[in-house]
């Protein structure tokens, strides 16, 4: 944490912006090893080019942050205080004039903006974004560790749910045994809502589940993802019930060749458009380019999705400790959907996966 919060004030110190106001829990995380969500209620880590940080939130909470290892400042409230109060009055304490600011703007809101604009008048504001995405984009050590441990989770919330497929079961029953089981384990949060389709509700690449039936010839669809000490895992695996048909095979196996055929060229150096377009263009060759609606993949982190965008239209070259999805999908409506998805993180010479459930098309009895 105190690297991550020297090397956002270099930046600061480099830009000449005198503070940062950071709101969004996944960045007062990275920057604190806390993470709450506090609702409406105001929590920011407030960072310098060189004096110290601190960190404001709800009276309640200073506690716990404390507890999570934070070492710095910590301005409490209570629900009867103006928080801005505060935060204006600590930030002109340690700040020699706040001319210049950063926040993130896609995280603050219009109130909150207008807050500042009145306590700090004819400040002007940068987005801190890009220079937070730089420094997330490659993980660490520990952060890695993290994440093979949430990618190990994943494994085994989809082994769970494999082994509970059977004739009549619905789509949300199926969630319950998955997350129950994960609970068991220790699991506190599911990166996102776990997402368990049958047969064509599978065509919609993000359908939600309900009450429908399992049938034999349907394929079921897994996508789910867990979080540990702080960090996410997403994984999809698709499954046959009782028979598949040669189309749905051929289907299937197109979208896995596509996603190993993306995950054999991830190295450094590739771009992700290339990565992007390599999986492409095994789909499109086998005559379903229409029905791959998305991008190949995403970054994920302490954010589910998170920078880096891997699409056709983005440049960037990967680099060593870089995490993120492969998952191409084909999606044909009203009859399937196929998607097979895995977090990899970049070596020095290639890619290693960190969700490893078996890829080869199941056929449950
Ligand atoms: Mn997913
Ligand atoms: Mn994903």
């Not at 005198?18 to 709450?36: L, N, Q």
């Not at 919609?204 to 996410?232: A, M, W």
């Not at 189309?247 to 896995?256: E, I, M, P």
Request: hydrophobic residues 35%; proline residues 4%.
């Amino acid at each position: 944490m105190k690297n991550r919060i020297k090397t956002f004030g270099e930046w600061l110190d480099k830009e000449q912006i005198d503070g940062a106001i950071i709101t969004s829990p996944d960045h007062v995380f990275y920057f604190t090893g806390f993470y709450s969500d506090p609702h409406e209620r105001l929590m920011a880590i407030i960072l310098f080019p060189k004096e110290e940080p601190f960190l404001i939130l709800p009276q309640m909470e200073t506690e716990s942050a404390r507890k999570a290892g934070y070492s710095y400042s910590i301005v409490g409230y209570l629900d009867t205080e103006n928080p801005w109060d505060a935060l204006e009055r600590e930030m002109k304490k340690r700040a020699r004039k706040v001319e210049r600011m950063a926040i993130e703007k896609s995280h603050m809101n219009v109130e909150r903006y207008e807050e500042i604009q009145n306590r700090f008048p004819g400040v002007s504001i940068v987005g801190a974004e890009k220079k937070l995405q730089e420094m997330r984009v490659i993980k660490d050590e520990e952060e890695l560790r993290r994440m093979e441990k949430a990618g190990e989770l994943a494994d085994y919330a989809i082994e769970v749910g494999v082994q509970a497929i059977r004739e009549g079961i619905t789509e949300l029953e199926l969630v319950a045994i998955v997350e129950y089981e994960l609970k068991k384990k220790g699991v506190e949060k599911m990166s996102f809502d776990t997402t368990i389709l049958f047969g064509d509700n599978a065509a919609n690449p993000h359908g939600s589940p309900g009450t429908r039936k399992l049938q034999r010839g349907e394929f079921v669809l897994f996508d789910l993802g867990v979080i540990y000490e702080g960090y996410c895992s997403d994984i999809t695996r698709t499954v046959a019930f009782g028979e598949a048909k040669e189309k749905h095979v051929k289907v299937y196996n197109t979208v896995l060749k596509a996603q190993e055929a993306a995950l054999e060229a991830s190295r450094p150096g590739i771009t992700c458009q290339e990565l992007d377009q390599i999986a492409r263009q095994i789909i499109t060759e086998a005559g379903y380019g229409q029905y791959f609606t998305h991008r190949l993949g995403h970054g994920l982190g302490i954010s589910i999705h998170e920078y880096p965008s891997v699409t056709g239209t983005n440049p960037l070259p990967l680099k060593k400790g870089m995490v993120f999805t492969i998952e191409p999908g084909i999606y044909i409506p009203g009859e399937i959907g196929v998607r097979i998805e895995d977090d990899v993180y970049i070596t020095e010479t290639g890619a290693k996966t960190l969700t490893k459930y078996p890829k080869e098309l199941k056929i449950i009895q």
